[in-house]
């Protein structure tokens, strides 16, 4: 088995999760460079998809990431993945999309990020990226955002 340094493991969140203040490790700061009608403390949206294995080896074409932890069956049958995981920046365009094209939508940039990966995504597997705004001042968007499989597993949460 290789080494595997800087993996952990983190707690779990279900579709229907009520997110507390407990739940909010870190906020996402955007600035919205347009009105925010209709934004409010406690707006939620949320985008699903499920990554194919094409999906994967476009996102290593376009990055240069060529990972066998991404693509390499054989390798990662050696690894405790035991298979192919999708990129964790793949995942993390689902944010970005909840984040430019929901809410708050078309002409939000994210200014900062921080992102926990707490448990691998494998190819064919549908995640579900839900964020909250947690605070508004003037350009500032606060938010709090999770993405988890439908079976409830936690793949990362974090800022944007």
């Known amino acids: 088995m290789r080494g595997l340094s800087g993996v952990s493991v983190g707690s779990t969140a279900q579709l229907s999760k009520t997110f507390t203040e407990e739940d909010v490790k870190v906020f996402a700061r955007l600035t919205v460079m347009r009105g925010l009608s209709g934004v409010s403390v406690g707006s939620t949206a949320q985008l699903s998809k499920t990554f194919t294995e094409e999906d994967v080896k476009v996102f290593a074409r376009l990055t240069g990431d060529y990972n066998p932890i ?6 990662c049958s050696e690894t405790h993945f035991s298979r192919p995981i999708v990129h964790g920046m793949l995942t993390n365009g689902l944010v970005s999309a909840v984040f430019g094209t929901v809410l708050p939508g078309p002409g939000a940039v994210v200014v900062n990020q921080t992102i926990n990966f707490t448990k691998p ?40």
């Open 70 to 75: 991404h693509l390499d069956h054989k390798f």
């Open 121 to 160: 995504l494998y190819i064919g597997e549908e995640v579900c990226a839900k964020i909250t705004v947690v605070n508004i001042r003037k350009r500032f968007i606060d938010c709090k955002y999770v993405c988890f499989t439908t079976d409830g597993k936690n793949i990362m949460d974090g800022t944007a």
